[in-house]
């Protein structure tokens, strides 16, 4: 009897703590907390091909050689082009780079003068080269999406030719016919151009871009200036003739992507 007593007065007693340690149970929270995912950083270093679709307009172009009746320009027009960059690593996010681009476009028919075939066309030339400078946000794994600024130099370069199929040696001279002419204007140029870009890695070394922008064109001394035929100060050129327009680009790239 008294083993009984002691025995129950013992389970009592360990019973006690037990119970007092499942009302703090009780107060336990296992809600899950989660867990402050910080930003990707971005870094890349990387060179590929550009291609770009670019849109100036031809307004005053087509209206002064409306004469030549080869048909009028349309935009856009295609640059090939080239550009490598690298994170520059004092501010994060940030890379810099270089680039450059150039196309031109064509417009040209046959003519008939006094029975006599010639070919007469008008080139347009352009040509842009500069740096970028661009600020990556990474939303998930892969994806960039980096607003940015270019700025450079260009050349911007027109030639209205007629000319018959054939032509004989003792015939290049200094002495003009109207059947064969050659006009060449040019002119360099400043330029800046705010764009976007969104660029997907498919592996860790390869990567595609789509981008948009606007290119705008000026003379640093104010007025642009023209060269006509390597030596003539060509003047009154309208100031519709230019290199602004819209862009939008695509590019491949190879290089190492740690987003």
Known sequence: MKK???????????????????????????????????????FAIAGGYTGTFFFPKFDD?????????????????????VQGFTAIGIIPNVRIGFFGMTGSKTQKANIDINGTNVERGLDYYVSLTGINLDYGFVPFKSLAILPGINVGW?????????GVKDYDWGSFNTQVDSLNFMNRAKSTFSFIQPNLSIEWTLTSYFMIRGNVGYNYSFALTGDWEWEMNKYSNLKNVPNGINANGLTAQFGIFLGLFNY
């Not at 006690?16 to 989660?34: A, G, K």
């Not at 260009?154 to 007629?162: R, S």
């Open 4 to 42: 009984l007593l002691t025995l129950t007065i013992f389970l009592i007693l360990l019973a006690i703590p037990v119970f007092s340690q499942d009302d703090q149970i009780d107060d336990l929270n296992f809600e899950p907390t989660e867990l402050d995912e910080s930003s990707v950083p971005y």
């Open 154 to 162: 260009g050349g911007l370069t027109l030639e209205a030719y007629q």
């Open 61 to 81: 172009l087509n209206a002064h050689f409306k004469i030549l009746n080869i048909g009028e320009f349309e935009a856009p027009m295609y640059l090939n082009g």
